[in-house]
């Protein structure tokens, strides 16, 4: 039997070569002959984990990633539906959960190769230095948000829930909605950073790596929204079988401990997902 990457690089994580076979991972031969270009679009959740992740899988398995990022939804340009749209190579799909089953739904995605990865959170953040409202409590947080002079929010998952739901559940959308305003195709926390916006929400995953705010954490429980965050196989895949090895390894137990450190929390191999109620598209 030929040796794949992971079991060429000698790397002390890797469980030996039945821990591929056993998941179907493609083999590279001498040479590294079955080495392809992977291309995956992303949106905003798992992005700091795989750019942790990705490289690892391409120094294992001599597979090269190419990446483009954008929003699980919506018309922003290099949002992934428009992406798709207009015909733009994909392998791998990484995008909420509710997001790729539109796309499936639509023929963008193969029916059936839905994984899910991880759960995020939506976090709160301000420009560091400024004071760090405590949102500990409802109470606390409903007086944040009064008190802000402007708030933004994401163009996917959080934002849509915030936009269409949560200021409606907290019975402040007339207070709230004339200053907040929704970010196309950046991260919200770059926004707050630049001191353009007081409070900003998105995902926690989205708001830990900026530079120039603090995240205070995750907005209440009594209103949070869970995003399950997805991967899958594009309907025009030019490369099926690297593409399910990637989605395989962002899954397994060896991706959990960078998923973690980056602000989200691995579900393990779960495909296809019973049906969410906590999680609108992204």
């Avoid at 469980?15 to 392809?36: F, K, S």
């Avoid at 992303?42 to 942790?52: D, E, K, N, P, Q």
């Avoid at 340009?77 to 190579?89: S, V, Y």
């Amino acid at each position: 039997m030929e040796s794949c990457g992971f079991c060429r690089s000698g790397a002390g994580r890797w469980p030996g070569w039945w821990w591929c076979w056993r998941r179907g991972w493609p083999r590279a031969g001498p040479g590294g002959a079955a080495a392809a270009d992977v291309h995956v679009l992303t949106s905003g959740g798992l992005t700091a984990a795989y750019r942790i992740l990705g490289p690892e899988f391409e120094r294992a398995t001599g597979h090269r990633l190419i990446t483009a990022q954008g929003a699980s939804m919506g018309q922003a340009p290099d949002a992934i539906p428009q992406r798709l749209a207009r015909g733009e190579p994909a392998d791998v799909l990484l995008l909420a959960a509710g997001g790729l089953d539109a796309l499936i739904a639509g023929g963008k995605a193969v029916p059936g190769s839905r994984v899910d990865i991880a759960e995020s959170l939506i976090g709160l953040a301000v420009r560091s230095g400024a004071p760090r409202p405590d949102i500990s409590t409802m109470e606390g947080f409903r007086r944040a948000l009064l008190a802000a002079k402007s708030i933004a929010y994401s163009a996917s998952a959080s934002g849509v829930y915030i936009e269409a739901e949560m200021y409606r559940r907290m019975g402040l959308e007339a207070e709230l909605a004339p200053k907040s305003r929704k970010i196309l195709s950046e991260r919200v926390g770059s926004v707050v950073a630049r001191g353009e916006a007081e409070i900003g929400f998105q995902q926690m995953s989205e708001l830990l790596p900026i530079q120039g705010i603090d995240t205070i954490g995750p907005i209440p429980r009594e209103v949070q929204q869970v995003t399950v965050f997805s991967a899958g196989i594009a309907a025009n895949a030019a490369q099926p079988a690297a593409a399910r090895a990637l989605i395989a390894f962002l899954a397994s137990p060896e991706a959990r401990e960078a998923l973690r450190k980056t602000g989200v929390e691995p579900m393990g191999a779960q495909s296809p997902a019973s049906p969410l109620s906590t999680s609108p598209a992204r």
